[in-house]
T-cell receptor, first 116, second 112 residues
Framework: KAGVTQTPRYLIKTRGQQVTLSCSPISGHRSVSWYQQTPGQGLQFLFEYFSETQRNKGNFPGRFSGRQFSNSRSEMNVSTLELGDSALYLC???????????????FGPGTRLTVL | GQQLNQSPQSMFIQEGEDVSMNCTSSSIFNTWLWYKQDPGEGPVLLIALYKAGELTSNGRLTAQFGITRKDSFLNISASIPSDVGIYFCAGQLPQGAQKLVFGQGTRLTINP
């Protein structure tokens, strides 16, 4: 069974640009969550999508948005990039909605975004 | 935002030693999770804890959900070289948001 895949793996952008990251969950999984990982702030939850609906959202500005398609693939968009947006962006998939009992979450390898 | 205090931040041990790390918070959590992250990879779930007082083992790993619901610990017995990596705790808040809050991580280094 293929794992969670994220594309691209590496990305370099300049301030003010926008970026779209993609996540393909494990086949059959309907929940996709996005996280930002930085050395200073650690791992922070961005949002979760389940059956094409955003269920939960972390404390990030509106420049961070996402969506989920009918095949459960998800995209995350960051507009008007800032230097501080440089980070490893991780997505994770699970069969049921986030943190239901015995509902394990599997992470992808991440997309490393560098903003210059 | 919500914070989990994870300690120690780093550990340097000899192969074969036991390891202990913990997370504490001023907030109550519904769920505690422990992850391990290798360089260039995403975190991998090691143990999930869903009830206060719960003690769960996964091979050489043992974790407990504190009775106050504000803390959790992870123990690794008889460490081996492949245990090297960064270990994260994560907690789920009981409020409706269901978001996960992560600790800052414990970097484990093992001297053979």
């Amino acid at each position: 069974k293929a794992g969670v895949t994220q594309t691209p793996r590496y990305l370099i952008k300049t301030r003010g640009q926008q970026v779209t990251l993609s996540c393909s969950p494990i086949s059959g999984h309907r929940s996709v969550s996005w996280y930002q990982q930085t050395p200073g702030q650690g791992l922070q939850f961005l949002f979760e999508y389940f059956s094409e609906t955003q269920r939960n959202k972390g404390n990030f500005p509106g420049r961070f948005s996402g969506r989920q398609f009918s095949n459960s693939r998800s995209e995350m968009n960051v507009s008007t990039l800032e230097l501080g947006d440089s980070a490893l962006y991780l997505c994770a998939s699970s069969f049921a909605a986030l943190l239901r009992i015995n509902n394990e979450q599997f992470f992808g390898p991440g997309t490393r975004l560098t903003v210059l | 935002g919500q914070q989990l205090n994870q300690s120690p931040q780093s550990m340097f041990i000899q192969e074969g030693e036991d390891v202990s790390m913990n997370c504490t918070s001023s907030s109550i959590f519904n769920t505690w999770l422990w992850y391990k992250q290798d360089p260039g990879e995403g975190p991998v779930l090691l143990i999930a804890l869903y009830k206060a007082g719960e003690l769960t083992s996964n091979g050489r790993l043992t974790a407990q959900f504190g009775i106050t619901r504000k803390d959790s610990f992870l123990n690794i017995s008889a460490s081996i070289p492949s245990d090297v990596g960064i270990y994260f705790c994560a907690g789920q808040l009981p409020q409706g948001a269901q978001k996960l809050v992560f600790g800052q991580g414990t970097r484990l280094t093992i001297n053979p």
